[in-house]
T-cell receptor, first 113, second 113 residues
Framework: KAGVTQTPRYLIKTRGQQVTLSCSPI?????VSWYQQTPGQGLQFLFEYFSETQRNKGNFPGRFSGRQFSNSRSEMNVSTLELGDSALYLC????????????FGPGTRLTVL | GENVEQHPSTLSVQEGDSAVIKCTYS??????FPWYKQELGKGPQLIIDIRSNVGEKKDQRIAVTLNKTAKHFSLHITETQPEDSAVYFC????????????FGRGTSLIVHP
């Protein structure tokens, strides 16, 4: 069974721009979570989608948003990029819930200049 | 909310030695404790997990122990090899549903040949 895939793997943007990241979960998994990973803050939870509905949300500003499609694929969007948004963005899928075993993708490395 | 403390932040061992990483958690409701290994340039990969109804679980050279009374759990790696070098994360969550997992800050394990 194919693992979690994320595109693109690397992205360079400038301040003020917006970006959209994509995640395809493991087949059959209905929950997709997004995390931001930085050296200073570690792994921080952004939000979780289950059956096209946002079920949980972390403590991030409204510039960070996401959605999930009927095939469970998910996208996250960051508007008005700031230098501090530079990070590795990880997507994780699980069969039923964010508290279940999560399987991570390779991540998208976002650099904001 | 849940708080997970992970120690040490860096661990350096010689090939063949054992390595132990410890985590403590605060929320007694947590009952699912996964461990992830993250290699450079990759997303975290689940290596072993334990649920609160067991005290120890082993998988070849890797074992995890859980003490629910003291609210701590540990990862033990025996006969370490250079390819074990990576960052290891612990996490605590409530299995099922929408309880958001809390991750430790990570331990950088370096195995010297």
């Amino acid at each position: 069974k194919a693992g979690v895939t994320q595109t693109p793997r690397y992205l360079i943007k400038t301040r003020g721009q917006q970006v959209t990241l994509s995640c395809s979960p493991i087949s059959g998994h209905r929950s997709v979570s997004w995390y931001q990973q930085t050296p200073g803050q570690g792994l921080q939870f952004l939000f979780e989608y289950f059956s096209e509905t946002q079920r949980n949300k972390g403590n991030f500003p409204g510039r960070f948003s996401g959605r999930q499609f009927s095939n469970s694929r998910s996208e996250m969007n960051v508007s008005t990029l700031e230098l501090g948004d530079s990070a590795l963005y990880l997507c994780a899928s699980s069969p039923g819930g964010v508290g279940d075993t999560q399987y991570f993708g390779p991540g998208t490395r976002l650099t904001v200049l | 909310g849940e708080n997970v403390e992970q120690h040490p932040s860096t661990l350096s061992v010689q090939e063949g030695d054992s390595a132990v990483i410890k985590c403590t958690y605060s929320d007694s409701a947590s009952n699912y404790f996964p461990w992830y290994k993250q290699e450079l340039g990759k997303g975290p990969q689940l290596i072993i997990d334990i649920r609160s109804n067991v005290g120890e679980k082993k998988d070849q050279r890797i074992a995890v122990t859980l003490n629910k009374t003291a609210k701590h759990f540990s990862l033990h790696i025996t006969e370490t090899q250079p390819e074990d070098s990576a960052v290891y994360f612990c996490a605590a969550s409530v299995s099922g549903g929408s309880y958001i997992p809390t991750f430790g800050r990570g331990t950088s394990l370096i195995v010297h040949p």
